[in-house]
């Protein structure tokens, strides 16, 4: 993408937590922030990604060109690089796939979307994909409340974003499709089981008064829980119609944000310190 081009969709990206217009709308985008591998300098691009479990991928297309991207130079010369979701901005190794793990990736990749092996014929290269990993730094900055919610909202935006690919996909359901599932459920399971452990006993013990809300919210989580599991049961099926898994995810969908609504509105106040 020219440069020009790439700094409206940076700009529009950072203004509106990483919601964008025209042909980017409602896809899969984040940001990339390299280290230039000559100059030094830090270079930001936006990409298309893929979830894979705890990690992302992302693939050096460069629109089908027959060089590789800037960005994947700088990355093979310093793999640590800073990634915005619109959620989070978070460091992550950038690790290159190579052998069968790659091509198995890339396969999985153009079957969610055949663009990807037009680009990769069109380039008359192999196109590389790169697995971006998470760096720990503990939780996030600023207002514990805050954080909560930007939390909710990432789950909100990738339930949205879920719900798109299945309208648009058809019969058989792609195996990147189940991971995208699969990767939003067990996301949700370990922050729920987070709170349940350790958030809600410590503010149950400094608000015993809240005792009905966080024995509501429990149950939600049960509900919810249950929800992510009839969902993973039924993306095991081998001939799951994508109108089902729409329904099972606008079941999930509906119950999670009342349950997130609710949660903020009793919670977000003490978190912050209101």
């Known amino acids: 993408m020219p440069i020009d081009f790439n700094q409206q969709i940076i700009d529009e ?14 896809a899969r985008l984040l940001l990339l922030t390299t280290v230039g591998a000559k100059t030094g300098a830090r270079r930001t691009t936006p990409l298309g990604y893929l979830p894979d479990g705890e990690r992302i991928l992302i693939i050096a297309s460069a629109g089908g060109a027959p060089a590789h991207p800037a960005w994947y130079h700088n990355l093979r010369a310093n793999p640590q690089v800073t990634v915005e979701d619109g959620s989070f901005t978070y460091q992550a190794k950038a690790v ?15 079957e969610q979307d055949p663009g990807w092996g037009t680009y990769q014929t069109g380039s008359g290269r192999i196109l590389p994909v790169v697995a971006l990993v998470p760096i720990d730094h503990g939780p996030p ?13 990432a789950f ?26 699969l990767t939003m459920c067990q996301g949700l399971h370990g922050h ?4 349940d452990g350790f958030m809600f006993p410590a503010m149950e013990g400094r608000h ?3 005792a009905a809300v966080f024995e509501r919210l429990r149950a939600e989580h049960l509900v919810v829980q249950r929800l992510l599991e009839q969902l993973q049961e039924l993306l095991a ?11 099972e995810v606008s079941r999930l969908t509906a119950e999670l944000e009342a349950h997130l609504d609710y949660e903020e509105e009793q919670l977000v106040p003490l978190l912050n310190g209101a």
Do not use: W, Y
């Open 13 to 26: 990206f950072r203004a509106n937590q990483g919601r964008v217009g025209g042909p980017f709308e409602g």
């Open 96 to 110: 290159v796939l190579e052998g069968e793990e790659r091509d198995r990736l890339f396969a999985r990749a153009v």
């Open 156 to 181: 909100r935006k990738e339930l949205a974003v879920i719900r798109k690919e299945i309208g648009s996909s058809g019969p058989p359901l792609t195996a990147q499709l189940r991971v995208n599932c």
């Open 192 to 195: 729920h089981s987070r709170e």
């Open 208 to 210: 015993p008064e809240l």
């Open 141 to 153: 900055a600023g207002r514990m409340g805050d954080a909560l919610k930007k939390i909710h909202d």
């Open 237 to 247: 099926a081998d001939d799951v119609a994508p109108e089902e898994l729409s329904r």
